[in-house]
T-cell receptor, first 112, second 115 residues
Framework: GDSVTQMEGPVTLSEEAFLTINCTYT??????LFWYVQYPGEGLQLLLKATKADDKGSNKGFEATYRKETTSFHLEKGSVQVSDSAVYFCALSSGANSKLTFGKGITLSVRP | NAGVMQNPRHLVRRRGQEARLRCSPMKGHSHVYWYRQLPEEGLKFMVY????????ESGMPKERFSAEFPKEGPSILRIQQVVRGDSAAYFC?????????????FGPGTRLTVL
């Protein structure tokens, strides 16, 4: 079945550091790929998405490119801020029902 | 346009009681998904509903759990005879009827604690 694998966490960075969070997937067909962010005590917010190979999703300085050849959707940001501290989930959606399959999530802490 | 609403935000039940979780989708959305987030884990799909129909319940435990999305009113996730292992955050998401958009919008979640 479908699965999403995220790098192990947690990750702690200093403000303005470069961020990469790895995500790889296994899926049948052609999934859509997503990054969701969860701030403490809140629900998930869509951060960005890509629906086909080589698409790049971007939002709030975050980017991720749908790489079909490596089945990856790594999240990057050039300069993180303290306010980016949250849990980040990679997810895919496939099939007629579009249900989401999530990775385990990774906690990012950014220190001033 | 109000987002996805869930209530209650926090729910405490003793073992053996029933838990009812409510979800009102975004206006114009007719698809509802329920997910469960256990501590230190990602979200797991439970059930997908459209108005008056259960489309996919492959993620639902076989016993004690049920879901509905009536013609009028919110979607309900019902857990009968709760056990400690049911303690988790339950999230509802909705999406519009168009197949062109598979983006799901999440509510704030209901955090269930079973004593």
């Amino acid at each position: 079945g479908d699965s999403v694998t995220q790098m192990e966490g947690p990750v702690t960075l200093s403000e303005e550091a470069f961020l990469t969070i790895n995500c790889t997937y296994t899926a049948t067909g052609y999934p859509s790929l997503f990054w969701y962010v969860q701030y403490p005590g809140e629900g998930l917010q869509l951060l960005l998405k890509a629906t086909k190979a080589d698409d790049k999703g971007s939002n709030k300085g975050f980017e991720a490119t749908y790489r079909k050849e490596t089945t990856s959707f790594h999240l990057e940001k050039g300069s993180v801020q303290v306010s980016d501290s949250a849990v980040y989930f990679c997810a895919l959606s496939s099939g007629a029902n579009s249900k989401l399959t999530f990775g385990k999530g990774i906690t990012l802490s950014v220190r001033p | 346009n109000a987002g996805v609403m869930q209530n209650p935000r926090h729910l405490v039940r003793r073992r053996g009681q029933e838990a009812r979780l409510r979800c009102s989708p975004m206006k114009g959305h007719s698809h509802v998904y329920w997910y469960r987030q256990l501590p230190e884990e990602g979200l797991k799909f439970m059930v997908y509903l459209q108005k008056e129909n259960i489309i996919d319940e492959s993620g639902m435990p076989k016993e004690r759990f049920s879901a509905e999305f009536p013609k009028e009113g919110p979607s309900i996730l019902r857990i009968q005879q709760v056990v400690r292992g049911d303690s988790a955050a339950y999230f509802c998401a909705s999406s519009p009827p168009s197949r062109a958009s598979d983006t799901q919008y999440f509510g704030p979640g209901t955090r269930l604690t079973v004593l």
